[in-house]
T-cell receptor, first 117, second 119 residues
Framework: AQTVTQSQPEMSVQEAETVTLSCTYD???????LFWYKQPPSRQMILVIR??????QNATENRFSVNFQKAAKSFSLKISDSQLGDTAMYFC??????????????FGTGTRLKVLA | GAVVSQHPSRVICKSGTSVKIECRSL??????MFWYRQFPKKSLMLMAT?????????EQGVEKDKFLINHASLTLSTLTVTSAHPEDSSFYIC???????????????FGDGTRLSIL
C-alpha cells in the first residue's frame, strides 16, 4: 500500500527567508503524480504545485519549487522569499490509480508552517 | 478557475438528526467527486469516491449506511450523515475532478468544507 510521510509536524521561518518542507512516499508503481496542497486557516485546500513522476525536471511555480528524487522517493517543497500569507498547513499528496477506475489521493499528515514577521 | 461550492459551511444539530451536505461544481462538469473527513490538526482521509449515475465506492472502514452519497448529476454530489452522533462531528471536505480536463490524473478542486458539530 502506498504511504506518504511528512516528518516535520511544525516549522517556522522568518519572512523573506527560504524554507524546505520534506515529504517521502512509498510505492511500487513507476508512474504516478505528486502534489503539494496548502490549507490556510480558512480551511480551503489550494493546489501549490504538482509533479509527474515520469518528468525528471523539477516543477516550479513562482516562489515554490520542488526537489523530486524518484529513486529516493522524496518530494520536498521549497518556498523562497516566504510571505506572511504562506502561513498554512501544507499537505503532500500522492495520486494513485484506484481499482474503481479513477485516481485518488493519499495525503501525508501535514506540516504546519508559520511565517514570522 | 474551477470552483467547487460546498454547503452548508457549518452545521450544528442534535444527536439523532440526519444532515445533508451538498457539493457543487459551478463551472465544470464532474463525473467523479470525492468526500473527505478531516479531524482537528490531522490529514484528510478519503471516505468515498462518488461517481455520477452509479454507486459510490467507499473506503475500507467507512459505513456506507451511515454516510449516504448521491451523485445524481454532473454538477452535484450530496453526503448525508444519517442519525448523526457526537463522534460524527468533524470537518468534511468534498472535491471534484473536471470531466473536461482530459486525463483522469488531473488535480482535484476542493470545496471550502463543512464543519459538522453534533450535540
Amino acid at each position: 500500500a502506498q504511504t506518504v510521510t511528512q516528518s516535520q509536524p511544525e516549522m517556522s521561518v522568518q519572512e523573506a527567508e527560504t524554507v524546505t518542507l520534506s515529504c517521502t512516499y512509498d510505492t511500487s508503481e513507476s508512474n504516478y503524480y505528486l502534489f503539494w496542497y496548502k490549507q490556510p486557516p480558512s480551511r480551503q485546500m489550494i493546489l501549490v504545485i504538482r509533479q509527474e513522476a515520469y518528468k525528471q525536471q523539477n516543477a516550479t511555480e513562482n516562489r515554490f519549487s520542488v526537489n523530486f528524487q524518484k529513486a529516493a522517493k522524496s518530494f520536498s517543497l521549497k518556498i523562497s522569499d516566504s510571505q506572511l500569507g504562506d502561513t498554512a498547513m501544507y499537505f503532500c499528496a500522492f495520486m494513485k490509480h484506484a481499482t474503481s477506475g479513477t485516481y485518488k489521493y493519499i495525503f501525508g499528515t501535514g506540516t504546519r508552517l508559520k511565517v514570522l514577521a | 478557475g474551477a470552483v467547487v461550492s460546498q454547503h452548508p459551511s457549518r452545521v450544528i444539530c442534535k444527536s439523532g438528526t440526519s444532515v445533508k451536505i451538498e457539493c457543487r461544481s459551478l463551472d465544470f462538469q464532474a463525473t467523479t467527486m470525492f468526500w473527505y473527513r478531516q479531524f482537528p490538526k490531522k490529514s484528510l482521509m478519503l471516505m468515498a469516491t462518488s461517481n455520477e449515475g452509479s454507486k459510490a465506492t467507499y473506503e475500507q472502514g467507512v459505513e456506507k449506511d451511515k454516510f449516504l452519497i448521491n451523485h445524481a448529476s454532473l454538477t452535484l454530489s450530496t453526503l448525508t450523515v444519517t442519525s448523526a452522533h457526537p463522534e460524527d462531528s468533524s470537518f468534511y471536505i468534498c472535491s471534484a475532478r473536471d470531466r473536461g480536463s482530459g486525463a483522469l490524473n488531473q488535480p482535484q478542486h476542493f470545496g471550502d468544507g463543512t464543519r459538522l458539530s453534533i450535540l
